[in-house]
């Protein structure tokens, strides 16, 4: 175990198997990242969990009983060149869910850049490589995560994800969700947070409108509001898309979309390919940079929007 210290923040790393991000102040552990192996049921990959805010409360879920390889917040790829990198069964159109082991997946930790916390803000940046079933090489990436504005008057901190994926492979990469595959609205794919389970039937708010017809619908942001059990008082987690995205696919990127549910259970990704699949090139790499706010309270449109203005990419 080691321990880098920084201002406002403390990192302590229990090799080989997770990293815990605290703010000094209250003792509160925001996160841990966690990287030791895990069932290959359940395309093991690292995640974060538990996420908490600044008053400690849990904001995530861990292996719930209706999707073990849901953990917290992590980035995931349930439909990649025919195989799983999701975990658990696999979606096959006129079939439905299928038990298919051999084409669950897997996103491997290989070592960390960069573990570090100077002047309030903590960084993790590590490589992985993604591979199929068989365990060939498919993929590497660059991953980056970030803890930064972390205002104990505002109860809210915000970490930034960030992932460069290149295609080792002699063929493309076709990135794809089980709505690219025949099921309508379920588009599920890319970086996915699974709330815990109080927060079912919480409120999504978006810049124009509300409510779980956002399902599958592009916007810079999305909010998700909901009331802890155990302990009094709400919570808001915003998440965006950093301005490269292009998550309109104005500039020519693949457009993103949202997959949002509050019941019956809480769930946002900003998919990669919600209704159409992504094809990567051999040797090219896909960028993605993410923001998720962990805010205190029931916020609304107007505190997300002015959170977002004042901190600026």
Same mark, same amino acid.
Not at 5 to 29: K, Y
Not at 177 to 194: K, V
Not at 239 to 259: I, K, M, T, V
């Given at each position: 175990?080691?321990?880098?210290?920084?201002?406002?923040?403390?990192?302590?790393?229990?090799?080989?198997?997770?990293?815990?991000?605290?703010?000094?102040?209250?003792?509160?552990?925001?996160?841990?990242?966690?990287?030791? *192996?895990?069932?290959?049921?359940?395309? *093991?990959?690292?995640?974060?969990?538990?996420?908490?805010?600044?008053?400690?409360?849990?904001?995530?879920?861990?292996?719930?009983?209706? +999707?073990?390889?849901?953990?917290?917040?992590?980035? %995931?790829?349930?439909?990649?060149?025919?195989?799983?990198?999701?975990? /658990?069964?696999?979606?096959?159109?006129?079939?439905?869910?299928?038990?298919?082991?051999?084409?669950?997946?897997?996103?491997?930790?290989?070592?960390?850049?960069?573990?570090?916390?100077?002047? /309030?803000?903590?960084?993790?940046?590590?490589?992985?490589?993604? +591979?199929?079933?068989?365990?060939?090489?498919?993929?590497?990436?660059?991953?980056?995560?970030?803890?930064?504005?972390?205002?104990?008057?505002?109860?809210?901190?915000?970490?930034?994800?960030?992932?460069?994926?290149?295609?080792?492979?002699?063929?493309?990469?076709?990135? /794809?969700?089980?709505?690219?595959?025949?099921?309508?609205?379920?588009?599920?794919?890319?970086?996915?947070?699974?709330?815990?389970?109080?927060?079912?039937?919480?409120?999504?708010?978006? *810049?124009?409108?509300?409510?779980?017809?956002?399902?599958?619908?592009?916007?810079?942001?999305?909010?998700?509001?909901?009331?802890?059990? /155990?302990?009094?008082?709400?919570? %808001?987690?915003?998440?965006?898309?950093?301005?490269?995205?292009?998550?309109?696919?104005?500039?020519?990127? +693949?457009?993103?979309?949202?997959?949002?549910?509050?019941? *019956?259970?809480?769930?946002?990704?900003?998919?990669?390919?919600?209704?159409?699949?992504?094809?990567?090139?051999?040797?090219?790499?896909?960028?993605?940079?993410?923001?998720?706010?962990?805010?205190?309270?029931?916020?609304?449109?107007?505190?997300?929007?002015?959170?977002?203005?004042? +901190?600026?990419?």
């Amino acid at each position: 175990m080691s321990e880098v210290p920084g201002s406002g923040l403390r990192i302590v790393h229990t090799h080989g198997e997770r990293i815990a991000i605290s703010e000094v102040s209250t003792g509160v552990e925001l996160l841990n990242y966690v990287y030791r *192996p895990e069932a290959a049921w359940e395309s *093991p990959k690292p995640y974060l969990h538990p996420l908490r805010t600044l008053s400690g409360n849990v904001v995530t879920d861990y292996r719930p009983n209706d +999707h073990r390889w849901h953990k917290g917040l992590q980035m %995931t790829a349930s439909h990649l060149s025919g195989q799983n990198l999701w975990g /658990g069964n696999t979606y096959v159109h006129g079939q439905g869910y299928l038990e298919l082991p051999e084409r669950v997946g897997s996103m491997a930790h290989v070592a960390f850049g960069e573990v570090a916390a100077e002047s /309030g803000r903590a960084v993790i940046s590590e490589r992985l490589t993604w +591979h199929p079933y068989g365990g060939e090489l498919w993929a590497d990436e660059e991953r980056r995560v970030e803890v930064h504005d972390v205002d104990p008057g505002a109860g809210s901190w915000a970490l930034t994800w960030s992932s460069a994926v290149t295609n080792r492979r002699e063929e493309p990469l076709r990135f /794809g969700s089980p709505t690219t595959a025949g099921r309508e609205m379920a588009g599920y794919t890319g970086l996915f947070w699974r709330g815990p389970r109080a927060f079912r039937d919480g409120l999504v708010i978006g *810049p124009d409108s509300e409510g779980p017809g956002l399902m599958g619908s592009q916007a810079p942001w999305l909010a998700y509001s909901a009331e802890h059990d /155990g302990s009094d008082g709400h919570a %808001t987690l915003v998440f965006a898309h950093a301005p490269e995205n292009d998550h309109a696919g104005s500039r020519g990127a +693949h457009p993103a979309h949202w997959f949002v549910r509050n019941e *019956p259970f809480a769930a946002v990704a900003p998919s990669l390919a919600f209704f159409d699949e992504l094809e990567l090139a051999p040797g090219a790499t896909l960028t993605r940079r993410y923001r998720v706010v962990v805010a205190e309270g029931a916020w609304e449109r107007e505190d997300v929007v002015k959170y977002l203005a004042e +901190h600026p990419w």
